[in-house]
């Protein structure tokens, strides 16, 4: 064992492997107060933060392993200087791709404001930026753990030996992992195809709701009532839903009365257009209302209204629907549907209450 001690080394060799690892240190905090200066409009709120510790931890591994090149340490501790070398600088840079990562993808949703209006673009960004984010955490960690491997010469025999009698364990492990498979190949198709955007007003299931989160295997619906439904994300490419938000946030929403059949159906259209008129959620594009039913007690009308957005769509039809059957309790009552029975007398029809059988 004598051959992985390192006390043959001299002071002085010691003192300059210090004095290596010390100037590491300054000359990465030098590089980075530059950096700050010369990337201060653009990056350095994001970037710099993000990539500061494992460019420093680099370049002292880097220092580190120059300062060690001229001495003797022995073959043994050479060996595992090599080995925890190598697999330090695949965690390393693996540390630093993901800040890089980490960084552009909140570069890309710090421009892209989900708060707007007329926000499709912003959430076809978020939502390409976070599933090709996951992805690229996905194959990195993949290529880290490989590089990590490869720096171990045991492993890398033991994992020969087992590629070469592992046949049926892959078949096996292969069909248990297939919907896992199925879902990340649908994640990665969802990012360019786009049936789904975040903030997407989608109906699942029955389920009116808002698409909270995309991930590579499952989307997070956030519902009306605050119910989340987590659904895997070959769902939005297998089965059939609604997505009322698909190429604007623009909406046509239905407010259906039960009238009369001998109502005036003018006034009741006048009174449904200016209470879409007055109200502020009314975006100015379709005010209307037609009689699309006729039954033997009632007439159905349904009133067509637009709005900016489901949201504010859903509040409109609600408001208005409010006015239009205060008008008619106030101004036509005889326009609301009654149920009556009639009995024929000897002058005409006598009028009974429903429940007046007896």
């Known amino acids: 064992m004598s051959d992985i001690s390192l006390t043959h080394i001299s002071p002085m060799a010691a003192l300059s492997l210090a ?18 200066r010369v990337l ?8 710099l933060p993000q990539i500061f510790h494992p460019t420093r931890w680099l370049v002292v591994l880097t220092a580190l392993g120059a300062g060690l090149q001229p001495l003797d340490m022995g073959p043994k501790l050479a060996a595992l200087w090599s080995i925890g070398s190598q697999m330090l600088f695949a965690l390393l ?47 990195v960690a993949v290529l880290v753990a490989a590089m990590i491997l490869i720096a171990i010469p045991g492993v890398r025999s033991i994992g020969v030996t087992l ?38 007003v989608v109906i699942v299931e029955g389920e009116w709701g808002r698409i909270e989160d995309i991930t590579l295997t499952y989307v997070v619906v956030r519902i009306w009532d605050d119910r989340r439904m987590v659904v895997p994300v070959s769902y939005f490419l297998e089965k059939p839903f609604q997505n009322w938000t698909t190429r604007t946030s623009d909406l046509l929403g239905t407010v ?28 100015g594009r379709v005010a209307i209302l037609q009689v699309t039913d006729h039954r033997a007690d009632a007439l159905e009308l349904r009133g067509l209204l637009s709005a900016r957005n489901a949201g504010i769509a859903f509040d409109l039809r609600c408001e208005v629907r ?11 009552p005889d326009a609301l549907v009654r149920n009556r029975q009639r009995l024929e007398a000897a002058g005409g029809f006598a009028t009974m209450p429903s429940g007046g059988a007896g």
């Open 40 to 47: 201060r409009a653009r990056m350095t709120p994001v970037l």
């Open 19 to 36: 004095v290596t690892v010390a100037a590491a240190f300054l000359v990465h905090w030098a590089l980075y107060a530059i950096a700050i």
């Open 163 to 200: 590629a070469a009698s592992a046949g049926l364990v892959g078949l096996a492990v292969g069909a248990a992992a297939q919907p896992a498979l199925k879902n990340l190949i649908a994640g990665i198709q969802m990012a360019f195809s786009e049936p789904i955007r975040l903030d997407d």
């Open 256 to 283: 259906f009365f039960y009238v009369d059949p001998a109502a005036d159906v003018g006034r009741i259209r006048d009174a449904f257009v200016n209470a879409t008129k007055a109200n502020s959620r009314w975006d």
């Open 322 to 332: 409010e006015a239009v059957m205060d008008f008619l309790r106030l101004e036509m």
């Open 93 to 139: 840079t693996g540390w630093l791709v993901f800040g890089i990562l980490r960084a552009i993808r909140q570069m890309i949703e710090r421009h892209s404001n989900l708060d707007v209006e007329d926000n499709l673009k912003a959430r076809r960004r978020h939502t390409r930026v976070r599933i090709l984010y996951r992805i690229s955490q996905s194959v």
